[in-house]
């Protein structure tokens, strides 16, 4: 291929724009050029890769990057004072009434808190938090509850710190009890309160049903 | 990973500098807000250096790890979007993990085209991206057509290479 007139002409042809007749001259040409035909089904497949890029969704924005560095540096030079508070976490989360405790080789923090009926209710039970690698475990056990006709359906919700509601998820199976789980972001510290609703249409995503029972997120592990 | 538990700083650049670009993208695609897509770049980047210490290489790959972690965090994101949308389409791990892979793969192409020269960026540019016939390209850079056609194989040539040092397969 090195020494052949036509193989300047390979890559106009993988891409398009060679003129009419240049794409005519290839054609002729790969039929007598075993070389120059193994080189075009090479760089035939570029293309796909180069329409890869065209697809591409814009650069992240620097200051994105800048702030998941400065957070690392702040977690290290505070990863010391961090271990010390994290076991006076865990011993004030035992005193407290951790209700359950994981025997695993790496323990994750996790605490549980009642959950209260509101009338006219009388359900009653508990939420669980576990810190788990991709956020926090969530898990409410409500006991007591009525099925629920369709579209109505139980809705559980956190509140978080900054004020805002968001759905944890939704059930309307009820053996012995309800139970809704699922990961949430953040840490305990991003929420502040835990509840369950009875919502009048299940497939509208906005919160419009009544409390049916709460509980307060707590503090810390 | 390791290094990246214990807030070094290069090591979380590292994995930063892997795949901050592709969960951009799927959170622009799937959450449809650049500020989400960029709260989502930091709820996964923070976990993953946070937990980089639990994770354990028999269960997977850092790759499958993080892009568990990044389909968890963009469902939370999602689900805190303006309430007045319907509920939608929850994406299946293994859907999540093809559209990250792709993503994923996009950056390492995007990467191959930023080794290259300037001269060959700018003629791929302008014969793949702009869609310029040879004869165009000479014109605009004010070029003989045979230097034009020479620069545009020789473009490819090295776009190859560089695929092939960053390990993406044509």
């Not at chain 1, 419009?208 to 709460?214: A, D, H, L």
């Not at chain 2, 994406?91 to 792709?102: G, I, M, N, S, W």
């Not at chain 2, 993503?103 to 300037?118: H, P, Q, S, Y």
């Not at chain 2, 791929?124 to 014109?139: K, P, T, V, W």
């Amino acid at each position: 291929v090195s020494d052949c007139p036509h193989r300047d002409l390979l890559g106009a042809r993988v891409l398009g724009g060679l003129e009419p007749e240049d794409d005519l001259a290839v054609d002729d040409h790969l039929e007598a050029c075993a070389a120059c035909r193994l080189e075009l089904d090479e760089l035939t497949r570029l293309p796909d890769l180069l329409a890869l890029v065209a697809d591409a969704p814009p650069p992240v924005p620097a200051r994105v990057r800048d702030g998941v560095v400065a957070a690392a540096a702040r977690r290290r030079a505070g990863r010391r004072l961090g271990a010390v508070a994290g076991i006076a976490a865990v011993v004030a989360a035992l005193i407290g009434g951790v209700v359950g405790w994981q025997l695993a080789p790496e323990p994750m923090p996790r605490v549980a808190v009642p959950l209260e009926h509101e009338e006219p209710f009388e359900a009653s039970g508990w939420a669980s938090f576990v810190a788990e690698p991709d956020g926090m475990r969530v898990r409410l056990q409500v006991e007591g509850l009525e099925p629920l006709p369709a579209p109505e359906a139980y809705e559980a919700w956190l509140y978080t710190d900054d004020h805002r509601i968001v759905s944890i998820g939704q059930s309307d199976e009820i053996d012995g009890e309800l139970v809704v789980e699922a990961t949430v972001d953040g840490d305990l510290d991003a929420y502040r309160g835990v509840w369950l609703t009875a919502e009048p249409d299940g497939r509208n995503p906005a919160h419009e049903g009544p409390t049916v029972v709460s509980g307060s997120v707590p503090d810390a592990w | 990973m390791a290094r990246a538990a214990r807030g070094d700083a290069e090591a979380v650049v590292a994995l930063y500098d892997v795949y901050a670009g592709p969960i951009y993208g799927f959170g622009l695609q799937r959450l449809g807000d650049p500020q989400l897509a960029e709260d989502l770049v930091q709820a996964v980047m923070t976990r993953v250096w946070r937990f980089a210490g639990r994770y354990q290489p028999d269960r997977g790959s850092v790759r499958t790890w993080v892009f568990a972690i990044a389909r968890t965090a963009a469902v939370d994101l999602y689900r805190r979007r303006p309430r007045a949308t319907p509920y939608e389409h929850v994406p299946e791990q293994a859907e999540v993990v093809d559209e990250l892979d792709r993503l994923l793969r996009a950056e390492a192409v995007r990467a191959a085209l930023d080794r290259l020269g300037a001269e060959h960026r700018e003629v791929l540019r302008l014969a793949y991206f702009r869609g310029l016939s040879q004869r165009e390209i000479a014109e605009r850079l004010s070029l003989p057509l045979g230097t034009v056609k020479s620069r545009t194989y020789y473009a490819l040539k090295s776009f190859r290479l560089a695929c092939d040092e960053l390990g993406v397969d044509a």
